[in-house]
């Protein structure tokens, strides 16, 4: 089975602060990581390699060329190839014109049986590239996925994730799917398995490669306008009581009927 | 020094598994000694016997620098965790991978990187510390085999080991040239070990006596050549210096977060005790001392992965850095007062790791003896 990873390299969100005048994210001294979900799909594609020998997992990324750093991690873990999709044309890309320009680099990659994606990225948490990914490819997808079992050949067995349980299904490869943090634990990372990442090379698309033109991506592609962008203000305090235990019972009560709860 | 990508990359991933994996048991297996299997099979997983091992021997070969990078990561939030990973990976594995025959090396050496087998190293006697060479544990021969005889102490991980490398007197006439490695295995008809040493620190990696009862061995169970053992020792102990330098890195590391974490939000007086500028004098102390063995430490481990010689830098690295080690770790109790002293502060027991290390591996004052001795040839 040939599995098509899609990750992304984040700011680690919980280091970041967010600058009080401009409101943008201070990246300065922030480390990127490989978004944690990201991490989940690549995880799950790896087990499905170590049941079944002879699968292969790339990991794809579209982003600038210090990307390469998450690759080479993702090479760690025990993906065979790694792809990194850079190009000043891509820049700027909103979530629909990421997903018309990784569609198109999956498809120069010969496509997959599985596209795994995580289900959203922490630093914009849209959880929207993953969805229209498998329109744009044609596929059929189950987003949240927190469980995954390979049947027969070709045919898989998920657990997708919702509010309050799971729904299971049956689905026939070539499918996407995306990952929530609840499917697996990622493996830690070997010492021979960064070594060996670091021997591998890291295949590198640009826009010419793809069957897509700069129109179709970047900045010009997104009908995504940023309006403002600010930090909420917590308005509502919390209230603490420190007193015995039946009187706080009785306040919590009383407050809990009036503000309709019960 | 700066480090690689790759380096950088180690470190986090060290880090990740120190503290998924191993720090949530730290204080368990210091205070139960029980070393939990399934943590020493994970080791063995991420390849961490076998970083200065050759890959053809079942290692990596990533060298010292990365070596040092592992050790100061776990020995961070674990002591007990590094001294597993110190034998394999120095005293007991360079002489297999660099003596042993083809195979002893399938024998011990790859099932050691697996994980599968556990061996250890003793040349230490009752009566033979510092000078290792009075030792007194004797190997006689009979025919194709050799007749051993004595009692080794203070051995690293000798109640769980699976073989032994135990260094024996063949021809007291010869001197160090007379000393030769016997492969000697638990199960051997007069090899016992003694009971578990109760130590101050380190307690989660256990020390015994190591026993030899007119213990038979065959010839092919020397290690390296017969006369040569001591030499092959002496050999490996620049590699053991630097190691050991990077586990006190560590353990000055944890102790100096601890301190800041403490005098953060200590309050006396009406503010945070790290307001001080007597507590700030003593911190900056700490961190200055800390980061000048690191400057040494990963100097001295980058020159070894030239191929360069290290015996001063790595004597200076070990010599320095235990001492630093035993001054932060008493600093940052001092700062944490009376709960430094309680068992509850996870500080009380990197004091008590601390204090090993100007002792093994090389006292102090023999690393002082190895760098005059350097300077003045």
């Avoid at chain 1, 401009?22 to 799909?41: C, F, K, Q, W, Y």
């Avoid at chain 1, 995580?118 to 949240?144: M, S, W």
């Avoid at chain 1, 010009?220 to 600010?230: C, E, L």
């Avoid at chain 2, 199960?187 to 030899?212: W, Y």
Wanted: aromatic content about 6%; glycine content about 8%; overall charge neutral.
């Amino acid at each position: 089975m040939k599995m098509i990873v899609c990750v992304k390299q984040v700011p680690d969100t919980a280091e970041v602060r967010i600058d009080p005048v401009t409101h943008t994210m201070i990246r300065d001294g922030v480390p990127s990581i490989l978004n944690p979900e990201d991490a989940n799909a690549l995880e799950e594609s790896l087990r499905i390699k170590d049941r079944h020998p002879g699968a292969k997992v790339i990991a794809l990324t579209m982003g600038p060329p210090q990307a390469q750093a998450m690759l080479r991690e993702c090479l760690a873990m025990g993906a065979d190839e790694a792809v990194l999709l850079t190009d000043r044309a891509v820049a700027g890309a909103d979530t629909w014109a990421t997903a018309n320009t990784i569609a198109s680099a999956i498809r120069a990659l010969g496509g997959a049986e599985l596209i795994f994606v995580g289900r959203q990225a922490i630093d914009g948490d849209t959880a929207q590239v993953g969805p229209q990914l498998a329109e744009r490819l044609g596929l059929p997808q189950v987003t949240y996925v927190q469980k995954l079992t390979t049947l027969e050949d070709g045919l898989l067995q998920v657990e997708r994730r919702m509010e309050q349980g799971y729904e299971v299904l049956r689905v026939r490869t070539p499918v996407l799917l995306s990952a929530v943090k609840e499917l697996n634990a990622p493996r830690c990372l070997s010492i021979l398995g960064i070594c060996e990442a670091y021997e591998k090379e890291i295949k590198i698309l640009s826009i010419q490669d793809l069957d897509i033109t700069p129109a179709d991506t970047g900045l010009n592609a997104s009908p995504t306008k940023v309006y403002r962008t600010f930090t909420p203000k917590t308005e509502r305090a919390g209230v603490l009581w420190e007193e015995d235990a039946g009187r706080m019972a009785g306040k919590l009560l009383t407050a809990l009927r009036e503000k309709h709860v019960i | 020094m700066i480090h690689t990508d790759m380096q950088k990359l180690i470190r986090k991933s060290v880090r990740d598994f120190a503290q998924k994996e191993v720090a949530p048991l730290a204080a368990q297996i210091d205070e139960t000694g029980e070393f939990p299997d399934e943590l020493y099979q994970k080791l063995a997983k991420n390849n961490y016997f076998g970083i200065t091992i050759p890959k053809e021997y079942g290692g990596t070969g990533a060298g010292y620098v990365v070596m040092c990078i592992v050790m100061e990561e776990l020995a961070r939030v674990c002591v007990s965790t590094t001294l597993h990973i110190t034998s394999p990976n120095t005293l007991l594995g360079l002489p297999l991978a660099n003596y042993g025959t083809p195979e002893q090396k399938k024998r011990y050496l790859l099932p050691e990187m697996r994980g599968e087998k556990e061996g250890t190293f003793a040349l230490t006697e009752p009566g033979a510390g510092s000078d290792a060479a009075s030792m007194k544990t004797t190997a006689v021969r009979d025919g194709d085999y050799y007749i051993l005889n004595g009692r080794k102490t203070f051995i690293t991980a000798a109640p769980v080991a699976d073989f032994v490398v135990v260094f024996a007197v063949t021809d007291r006439s010869k001197g160090t040239r007379g000393i030769t490695a016997f492969l000697v295995e638990r199960g051997t008809p007069g090899f016992s070990t003694g009971k578990k040493e109760r130590k101050m620190g380190v307690c989660g990696s256990p020390t015994s006596d190591v026993i030899l009862d007119r213990v038979r061995v065959h010839k092919s169970q020397i290690l390296g050549k017969e006369g040569e053992g001591f030499l092959m020792a002496m050999k490996t102990l620049d590699s053991g210096r630097i190691v050991v330098a990077a586990q006190c890195l560590g353990i000055a590391q944890s102790a100096m977060d601890e301190a800041v974490k403490y005098v953060k939000e200590r309050q006396q007086f009406g503010r945070a005790i790290g307001n001080f500028q007597g507590i700030q004098f003593m911190l900056s102390d700490m961190e200055t001392k800390i980061n000048c063995a690191r400057a040494l430490i990963y100097d001295t481990a980058q020159k070894k992965d030239l191929g360069m010689n290290i015996t001063k830098e790595a004597a200076m690295a070990k010599y320095f850095a235990s001492e630093m080690c035993n001054d932060v770790a008493a600093k940052a109790l001092q700062l944490h007062g009376g709960y430094g002293y309680m068992k509850d502060y996870p500080i009380e027991r990197i004091f008590r790791n601390a204090r090993v290390t100007t002792i093994y591996e090389g006292t102090s004052q023999i690393q002082q003896i190895v760098i005059a001795k350097q300077l003045l040839k």
